[in-house]
């Protein structure tokens, strides 16, 4: 049992140390060819937008949106792939998330 618990302590260190690189690093995504880039956190969350002036006409707004929705989703994508590289391995060892009912702090 002991050994067990040791080994669940240890996965559970590994899972934060993995969720504070997630944190920590940045990825991107973009639309329109560049015009629009979005930066999000490995965790997902936005940190930037970049919109190029060309893109950025008065009269279509919506294409600009359409441009920005893109270019976050592109972000995210790479977001979730990053997540799924750095937390999969660790969580797949856990039976997607769990240790024998055991539920860890961040999943």
């Known amino acids: 049992m002991q050994q067990i618990m040791e080994q669940a302590q240890k996965m559970q260190q590994q899972l934060m140390t993995a969720q504070q690189e997630l944190a920590a690093a940045e990825v991107t995504g973009s639309a329109g060819g560049g015009l629009v880039t979005a930066t999000v956190s490995g965790a997902g969350e936005l940190k930037g937008l970049s919109i190029?002036?060309?893109?950025?006409?008065?009269?279509?707004?919506?294409?600009?949106?359409?441009?920005?929705?893109?270019?976050?989703?592109?972000?995210?994508?790479?977001?979730?792939?990053?997540?799924?590289?750095?937390?999969?391995?660790?969580?797949?060892a856990l039976g997607?998330?769990?240790?024998?009912?055991?539920s860890l702090p961040g999943m």
């Open 96 to 102: 997607g998330g769990g240790f024998g009912g055991l």
């Open 52 to 92: 190029d002036p060309k893109a950025a006409d008065p009269e279509d707004t919506e294409t600009l949106a359409d441009l920005v929705v893109a270019a976050v989703r592109d972000a995210n994508r790479a977001a979730q792939e990053l997540q799924a590289e750095k937390m999969g391995p660790l969580t797949g």
